[in-house]
């Protein structure tokens, strides 16, 4: 079992819909990332979180530490939202910067 | 600002020929430096990382060497590339001593054939 696995593999839904990614994780953590990567593989870095919620224009992403779980919501889905959406989480143990990550959830939003 | 500059955007090379890719980071100094790959259909690993000049240490044995010649300098090189090799290259770099966010460079396709 890996020790990040996001949910769903892939999601494509129609423009203007709520888009829920999940990400659940087995090891202690220090920071959650969230990451967009477009088709032509480069990488933005959307949110760090240790704990509660952040929000950044039409992207919400919460964590409950408790339960090991985290969520990045898009609010009026568009199709330049399209891309795989990665999960990855520092371990506590880590003093490296040496993540674990989600294989990521590839997102198609239909016009 | 903050800016990471990574060249080339794509790459073919031929098995057994060398490899040299440059990362640079413009805006800040000291950072933590880290050159992950990424191979077809597989997440993020990392292979090297550095915490200052001269200073690397490799998470994975491999092909493939690193060097910071300067604080803001990152380069990812081989003498003999393999087929193996291929793959999405991403340079990132994070503030020193600090729990801050990765920032990534856009990437090198290389291809090796």
């Known amino acids: 079992k890996n020790e990040v696995e996001q949910s769903p593999q892939n999601l494509t839904a129609q423009e203007g819909e709520f888009i829920t990614i999940n990400c659940s994780y087995s090891?202690?953590?220090?920071?959650l990332h969230w990451l967009q990567q477009h088709p032509g593989g480069g990488i933005v870095s959307l949110f760090m979180l240790s704990s509660g919620k952040k929000k950044h224009g039409r992207l919400i992403a919460t964590i409950n530490i408790q339960e090991k779980h985290s969520s990045l919501h898009i609010t009026a889905s568009h199709p330049r939202d399209s891309a795989v959406y990665i999960c990855?989480?520092?371990?506590?143990?880590?003093?490296?910067?040496?993540?674990?990550w989600g294989a990521g959830t590839k997102l198609i939003i239909k016009p | 600002s903050q800016t990471i500059h990574q060249w080339p955007a794509t790459l073919v090379q031929p098995v057994g020929s060398p490899l040299s890719l440059e990362c640079t980071v413009e805006?800040?100094?000291?950072?933590?430096l880290y050159w992950y790959r990424q191979a077809a259909g597989r997440g993020l690993q990392l292979l090297f990382y550095?915490?200052?000049?001269?200073?690397i240490s490799s998470e994975v044995p491999q092909n493939l060497s690193a060097s910071r010649p300067q604080d803001r300098q990152f380069i990812l090189s081989s003498k003999k590339l393999l087929l193996s090799d291929s793959g999405f290259y991403l340079c990132?770099?994070?503030?020193?001593?600090?729990?801050?966010?990765?920032?990534f460079g856009n990437g090198t396709r290389l291809t090796v054939t």
């Open positions: 090891v202690g953590i220090s920071a």
């Open positions: 805006g800040t100094s000291n950072p933590n």
């Open positions: 550095s915490v200052g000049i001269g200073q």
């Open positions: 990855a989480v520092r371990p506590s143990s880590d003093s490296n910067y040496q993540l674990i």
């Open positions: 990132a770099w994070k503030k020193a001593g600090t729990n801050s966010p990765l920032h």
